[in-house]
DNA sequence: GTATATAAAGAAAGCGCTTTCTTTAGTTGA
DNA sequence: TCAACTAAAGAAAGCGCTTTCTTTATATAC
């Protein structure tokens, strides 16, 4: 049907050895030679087929990417680090992008990370980016080890078997966002964390415990609050602690779509923020997003979600070329102050 | 290095020929030899090589997919909805997804798009979806035809030449959203446009100039503004139009964006929405974003971006299998009202 | 001039599949 | 029993390239 090799090396009076020889700039081809085949090539506006051409060179040209989701801010944002950095660093591969989707259970996205990681290996990508929230499998990861394809993962957890990873440091970012309350006088903090069956919040939730311990608060599991990261939750957290005996100055949550919620319910309550009660949250995404200036202040970390995705495919490209070498990378994250904390009243 | 299906065959103690028959599906193999040549598979984790396949086959398996930014959530929620139902009506396809970045003057973006587009033809993708703001060029559109490969474009303009293109109906969303401003007794409706180089900016005002008309109200060069689409020039165009010595009693912004931007002018100079102005907006994006609960209401017509991806890829599906007619799809938008219209004060 | 190294080209094998074409085995009918 | 099918399998060609291996042309040396 379509034009090939063949064709080109008929209409230019060479071999076919010769018109591959000058598509990929390789062996010796005499000037004049080299002039004429790309002449006909232009003429013909020929390309090679990338099916035949991987094929011999047993490469896809593909690079891998499961994403958890294409609609949430942050990970849209990781994606976008990935996309803009593969095109400057290895701009012949494209990348194959898979999301996990919106919908169902904790265990159906595990086993769709399972499938899509699956299908990626079956495509025979030459590289692979992992970056959902959820934790990567034994089996996946002796999958993948097994497979001998170079992969990054974003996230993951601290310790995580992946040999190369990119992350943030959540404890690190936690301890020192509680600390700055607790800086300011507060003791009576609490923390609604996102669901603790994720590694960033447990480790988030690890942070805000670590920086009480290290000023001598005791926690109060009262003050201890499992959410699942919605909207309405980070209301009815704060119905629940604000209705405590003693009541908490500060909140912090495990991630900002909770503390808007917060927002809400407080701002319902005609209770100002910082002046009655201080709150963070964590992600920074409204940094990222859309609206940024029309959402409410909140203090919170700034997950820098492009370099995320930037970086992971700096280590990825050096995986690709041969670096065998473990590695584990953090990104900085970035306390946004936007004055939700204040000394305490009482 | 990897086995292929050669040593399936002498595994299997078959011919090459039946194990792909087994694994294809097709012609007619014993019982007895399918079984166990998929015994054979399933021990030696045995997958064809895509290239291979493709290569005999004449298919990649790809769609192609252009998409104006990785980050808006209009875009993103378009290429959710593309992602979506490409699963579920074409599984054995995949994504491939190029994106124009946020970067660059039109001018850029426009040879962007076409370098994109010519990279896809390359990969000789077994369809194409273009969803950018740009109107596609006469030359991209003829280089399309010429390619023979299905493509389905996302917006475009009225009267693309397009083959296959969904969108929504600018211009009537626009008259409609200008008509209720009118019947709650509006006359002053002030417009401001986004670049009129987007097609979709000058439907949007001439459905603004529709329906004005209609109702015999004499349009206003001084109330017609050419915006940026951007936050600031939301807030600014306020102020002029607000120092003009007949003020307008409501303002129509071309998108969210410009119309978050006056709202904030707006309560910076403490007028209130809608008592002492009416506005509205026009995509619906907040909506769709991550903090929709946190932003300030504002009336706008929501365009469907989930549904448009979908309904592209329903289209290129029926393409791909054959269906050569020409058509033209639009998606019905939504009024949102949240209350930025009220009855002018004077 | 011939011998020798080198540059440039072609012939042909082969990447891992699918598919046509051919052959063999198995079934049915009289 | 043998002809006439059909079902099942294999042989082999070929998809469009790359690359090795071999041959031919050209330059360098003596």
């Not at 069956?197 to 499992?226: F, N, Q």
Request: glycine content about 6%; proline content about 5%; hydrophobic content about 40%.
């Amino acid at each position: 049907m379509s034009i090939n090799l063949e064709d080109i090396a008929r209409l230019a009076g060479v071999s076919s050895a010769t018109v591959s020889r000058v598509i990929n700039n390789t062996g010796n081809v005499k000037p004049a030679n080299r002039e004429k085949v790309l002449r006909v090539i232009e003429e013909t506006h020929y390309s090679p087929n990338p099916s035949a051409q991987n094929l011999m060179k047993k490469t896809t040209n593909t690079i891998g990417v499961i994403i958890n989701s294409l609609v949430r801010d942050h990970w849209t944002h990781i994606l976008a680090g990935i996309d803009e950095r593969i095109v400057e660093l290895m701009p012949t591969q494209n990348a194959l992008v898979m999301s996990l989707g919106s919908s169902s259970t904790q265990e159906q996205r595990q086993n769709l990370l399972s499938q899509k990681l699956a299908l990626l290996l079956r495509k025979r990508c030459d590289g692979i980016i992992i970056a959902v929230s959820n934790r990567l499998s034994e089996k996946d990861l002796s999958t993948l080890n097994a497979s001998s394809v170079p992969y990054v993962v974003i996230q993951d957890f601290k310790g995580s078997a992946a040999p190369r990873r990119v992350g943030i440091d959540n404890t690190k970012a936690s301890v020192e966002l509680t600390e700055r309350a607790i800086r300011l006088g507060h003791e009576r903090i609490a923390y609604v964390s996102s669901p603790l069956y994720y590694d960033y919040a447990s480790e988030r939730r690890d942070g805000y415990l670590h920086a009480l311990k290290k000023s001598c608060i005791k926690p109060l599991p009262d003050y201890m609050v499992e959410g699942d990261n919605s909207f309405e939750c980070g209301s009815k957290s704060v119905l629940q602690l604000l209705s405590l005996p003693v009541k908490p100055t500060a909140i912090i949550f495990g991630t900002d779509r909770m503390a808007f919620g917060a927002i809400h319910q407080l701002n319902e309550m005609h209770l100002s923020i910082p002046e009655e009660i201080s709150i963070a949250g964590f992600d920074g995404i409204a940094e990222l997003g859309d609206y940024h200036s029309m959402v409410p202040p909140l203090n919170t970390v700034l997950q820098p979600a492009e370099q995320l995705g930037v970086a992971a495919v700096d280590l990825l490209y050096s995986a690709m070329n041969g670096d065998t070498s473990k590695q584990s990378l953090t990104i900085e994250t970035r306390f946004i102050d936007r004055h939700t904390f204040a000394v305490p009243r009482n």
